[in-house]
């Protein structure tokens, strides 16, 4: 079964940016939701953002509105999370997942919704 395929985290003082990715070959062409999500060390994995691949139709989780940015590159098939004004409680790993949706309206910010998983990036943010 293919899995979502991560790159892109690093370390990064607090107010800085990254930029991590994901390949979404699998899923462009069909009625895909993708979405960002993250988990800290010892915590429960949270919804990040996501976005239905068909339309870029987007939703955020309150935390990430105006700091985290999801996006898309059709012709590079790829997906990507733009994470600025980092704080060290964004430190995580960070899991790009997929999920069938025939509708952008299907496309919500449930985890539990999303049944394929990458193996993640790990994002660390210094004081």
């Known amino acids: 079964q293919a899995r979502p395929v991560e790159s892109g985290g690093g370390s990064v003082q607090t107010g800085g940016s990254l930029r991590v990715s994901c390949d979404v070959a699998?899923?462009?062409?069909?009625?895909?939701?993708m979405g960002w999500f993250f988990q800290p060390v010892g915590k429960e994995r949270e919804s990040v953002a996501t976005?239905?691949?068909?339309?870029?139709?987007?939703s955020y989780v309150d935390s990430a509105q105006g700091r985290f940015t999801i996006s898309q590159d059709s012709a590079k098939n790829m997906l990507y999370l733009q994470l600025n004004s980092l704080r060290p409680e964004d430190s995580a790993m960070y899991y790009c997942a997929a999920q069938r949706a025939s509708y952008s309206w299907k496309c919500q910010l449930r985890l539990t919704d999303f049944d394929s998983w990458g193996q993640g990036t790990q994002v660390t943010v210094s004081s």
């Open positions: 976005i239905y691949i068909r339309d870029g139709t987007t």
């Open positions: 699998e899923y462009s062409k069909s009625d895909y939701c």
